[in-house]
């Protein structure tokens, strides 16, 4: 059976997250209906990551097998066709090898967190972003972030229901950059690692903004780290302002070619 990459772009606010569940609607469920439109069976998709509620991706990855030899172009037009009008879409889809796991094969995953700071309410971006009115400072988020880069054991930033076998991982890159927007201010957390633990960066974004809003010492993020104690750990920040932006697959990326770009 022919196996097919789908790059998927959702707002998560119209989903319970990405995850299947029999009594409320989800991406993977909304894929998995459209795709028995095109394929008449029942289908389990694989995806790069399990997004939570509310929680957006601009660039999540899942595979699928189907019966039909489909030309990618059309196969992503046809799903995207059959998804409306959910608040999902196929950006692009490519034919990968019978040994590509969406999951499995990806050596990194990047993550964007999005963090506005003004008085007024949003409301075009409302549902988009986690709104704080007080001013943060930028440079003093970057040393407390500095000290959760590289190889840890981040109990401290793991959900209690997190199901990983262990809480050591390695993260390669936390980037905040301030971008410039109307009527206040936002701030965008990068981060990026082969695998995250459940919560994790919207524990890390929580912990690093009180800094940035002066109530930690941005050495108190170190103190928390090592701790390994989940009650040391700042507020968990909404899920609204989060975004699966991207999925490393090395040389085996099924998106890298021209034939598989739409």
Known sequence: MPRYAFKIEYHGAAFAGWQRQADQPSVQGAIEAALARLDPRDHTIAAAGRTDAGVHATAQVAHADLEKDWDPFRLSEALNFHLRPAQVAIVACARVAEDFHA????????????????RAPMVHDRGLVWAVQNPLDIEAMRAGAAHLIGHHD??????????????????????????????????????????????????????????????????????????????ACGPVCPPQGLYLAGVGYGNADPFETPSSSL
């Open 103 to 118: 999951r499995f094969t990806a050596i990194e995953r990047r993550y964007m967190f999005r963090l506005a700071q003004r």
């Open 154 to 231: 981040y109990t401290t930033f793991r959900s209690t229901m997190c199901q990983a076998a262990s809480p050591v991982k390695s993260i390669d890159e936390i980037r905040i950059e301030e971008v410039p927007v109307q009527n206040g201010r936002e701030y965008r957390f990068y981060l990026r690692a082969r695998s995250f633990l459940h919560n994790q960066v919207r524990s890390i974004v929580g912990t690093v903004e009180r800094v940035g809003a002066g109530a930690w010492h941005p050495e108190r993020v170190r103190e928390v780290l090592e701790a390994c104690d989940r009650a």
